[in-house]
């Protein structure tokens, strides 16, 4: 990989675009980054890592500062990186996020951080990606390289060479683990140890369920849970002591069975012999009672007999009886109506041929007949006598309602006829108030300029006072100013007078002065009182360029104060404020009354429109009314034709009734008359007929019964229920006499014994052998079930104790492994597994390493990997030592000297780069920059050092070197010198083939 070309705008110290073409130390192949403490060549390396991987290693800890300070809300800020991989050109280009200037209104926003990546086609960039996330995809396919490994291989930045020199297995495992990718060696190890858990987790839990098994065997047996060693005979003697209590159990159940039986047996027999004697004993005392009531019996008999003969007499006979009460009732009631009908007064009407007493049914049917067709004449004269009231409502309705259609066509033609008047004196209203409301706009412009000038007095007002300041300020930034060019003067004068005191401060034994050459100082000059330092100088100088930029600011600030009081002044125009400020007031009281016009004038528009249209309604509206006028006198035509016609019908009626009405009420009372007395008639006549139908069933019943007469029949006669009742009696006692009989013909013949037996003792006895019997079975139950759960828990140990077997060889082989692989016994060297990979990597980069080492300590020292066991059982596999050949022994990396510090972690860092170049899949490192500390080399190892970059130059490498040391910048003709600006900014300029 190749670093082509840098391009920085706006980023640390750098605010305008600076352009670095890295090629033109292709040649020389060493190049110097100089330049002054804080002028930004780190920035430089940081600008590179930033493109690439969107990143600052400075910044590792701490929020990133990437914008310049001296940018303006309105300046950009990016890093463009042109690099080269095998035979294919890339250009990165990013830029953080930041606040910029809003593109519409005051303010600033974020502006989002974007990045762009392109490949050469030809002459053209062709762009890849255009996201940030898309771009740190496509540079880690083009990179073949890790951030971190570019930092360790490409990038080496400040204090990363003796952190890794001076680490401890643990730290130095972490660097390695990020270059090397052997994170997955430790997920092994994590891995094992959590299969080793799991394993230890399975034996746990069936130690618990064996220790479970033999808890609930104890219990069952009734003895203490045994320890671990006791449980093989536990289980043994538990088996034999149950089954000898199931055997015992079993033979009293059988015992306690028989005994159990043979007294219910007894018991059973005496209770039957007893039951058949006290029946015998009931039946022949019911055969003697019954026997002795047998006259009562055939009484009873005989009364059923003559109770069912007359049966069927006696429904007739009430039948006859109740239909010879209702004839006499029925007759009686049509007296009582002839009488209340010959009273009424509407007899006349209803029968005037005479006295109704005499009429017949058929008569009053007929004379019903000729009242009902006489009702039906009068329907029309009715309705027309009940609709008179109505129809002289209407009538009035109407002629009222023809009155107001006439008196609306009057109103109508009067609200026509004011019309004119009121649009003649809209007319001129408007006209009046068009003539003021056309100078709104004028009145309006008036208004706007008025305001400009009071405003402009105002701002003058403002900006004489801003101006004042200004001017204040411009006195006081160039007092300022005088007074930093004189100290910064001053300081460079007393410099000068103090070079010789300088020099000798940076004089070391053994190296050169720069002066004379020599390296011995025997005298070396001492400072005065008056010496300055360059740090002081550089100070002054910083302190003489910000009162530049202030002075200059203040400038600026009162000569756009000037300005913009001038322009102000133009715009106030002649006269006071006083007078602008009435000249206003006057325009916007003409104005508001013009605007007042303009209002009156719409509105009085709008009334002339709607005046308009109310005539042209009014005159419809008139029309209607004429016509609704005669259609109202046509109604009221109408409605007084109706009401003289119903009055003519309604005066046809008989002479005597005052209406058509009491006339048709007197008809129909005549009618309800004659209907009582015709349903009257009717009843009487049916009833006597049905007494004598009923009369003639119950001579016929009679004869049929063979009873001699009524009076018979009646005394015979039963209700139903007693007469089922007294056939019960009769039936029960046929039935029980008969059993009686059966029950002593039964057991007359069997041989019973005199003396009864004794059951309750023979129950007590009974019951006494069944609770023995049900408790020998409980108890035989009992042991067999303990029997059968002691063989199951015996079971269920024996194979749970044959699987616990394979799992406690599982965990013992896995714990083992974990603990080896995590540097535990029995792994005596106690060297991880990852540290064990990472061993042999270290082993590689030493060796790489001492090559350089050798020859730049001329053969004294060399590195040792260091995997022996650590004080107090720190971690080991990944310790270094230096051995050094001048004493013959091995000691700790952090005993050496700052330049042997220098010179170790140097060749560490090349060996490194080399073998994660090799790892990476052995990519061309084609250029490498260092940031560090020459400056604490002798002349002589600072010698081997410049020895040791010629090497990797002749390899075909170009190398850039930060540093401050004025021997290495005289070696190095070739430079990127980073200078500051006037601003403070900085910039870079690249210089080939000069030397100062």
Known sequence: MRILRLELEGFGPYLDRQEIDLTAFETEG???????????????LDAICFALYDKVPRYEKAEPVLRSHFCGEDDPTSVAVDYEVGARQYRVWRSPAYERAKKRGTGTTTKGAEAKLYVRRGAEWEILAAMPREVGEHVSATVPLTGEQFLQVILLAQGRFAEFLKADTSERRTVLRSLFGTRRFEDLEQHIREIAKTR?????????????????????????????????????????????????????????????????????????????????????????????????????????????????????????????????????????????????????????AGDLTDAGEAGLRERESELAGEIGALSGALAAERSIPSLEATHARKTEAAAAAADAVEATRAALDALPEREQELREALEAAGTQAARVEDLAGAVERARTTVEAHGLVDRLSTTLDRAHASEAGAAETHAAAATAHAALVQRRLRSQAAHLASELEDGAPCPVCGATDHPSPARPSDDHVTNEAVDAAYEALQAADRALAGARDARAEADRALAAAREKAGEGDAEAAAATLETARTEHAAALAAASERDRLTRELETLATREAALVTRREEQTRTVATAQEAVTRAATELASARDLAAHRPDGYATVAAYADALASARSLLARLIAATGTADDAAAAHAKATAALDEALASSGLAGIEEARGAGLEPAALTRLEAEAESYRSDLAAAHAVVAELSDRELPEEAADLEALAAAATEAAGARDAAIEAATAAAGRARDLDALATEYRELGESTASARAERDVVATLADALEGKAPNERRLRLESFVLASKLERIMAAANVRLRTMSSGQYQLEHDDSAQYRGKETGLALRIADAHTGQARSTRSLSGGETFLASLALALGLAETVTAEAGGIELSTLFIDEGFGSLDGDTLEVAMSTLNDLRDSGRTVGLISHVEAMHDAIPARLEVTKAADGSSRVEVKVGEVD
Request: aromatic content about 2%; hydrophobic content about 50%.
């Open 200 to 352: 230890q987790a399975a034996v746990d839990a069936a130690d618990g369920q064996l220790a479970g098994l033999v808890e609930r065997a104890a219990v069952l047996v009734g003895v203490d849970a045994p320890t671990v060693a006791e449980r093989d005979p536990f289980w043994q003697d538990a088996a034999a002591s149950t089954a000898r209590a199931v055997d015992a159990a079993t033979a009293a159940r059988g015992d306690a069975t028989t005994a159990a039986e043979a007294t219910a047996a007894a018991l059973n027999e005496a209770r039957e012999v007893e039951r058949a004697r006290d029946r015998l004993s009931r039946a022949r005392v019911t055969v003697a009672d019954l026997e002795a009531r047998a006259d009562e019996q055939a009484a009873r008999e005989a009364r059923v007999a003559s109770a069912r003969r007359a049966v069927p007499v006696l429904g007739p006979m009430r039948e006859a009886e109740r239909a010879e009460r209702a004839s006499a009732e029925a007759s009686d009631a049509l007296e009582r109506a002839r009488e209340v009908a010959a009273a009424d007064p509407a007899a006349g009407l209803a029968w005037p």
């Open 30 to 44: 060493l190049f110097a980054i100089t330049g002054r403490t804080g002028a930004g060549k780190s920035t430089i």
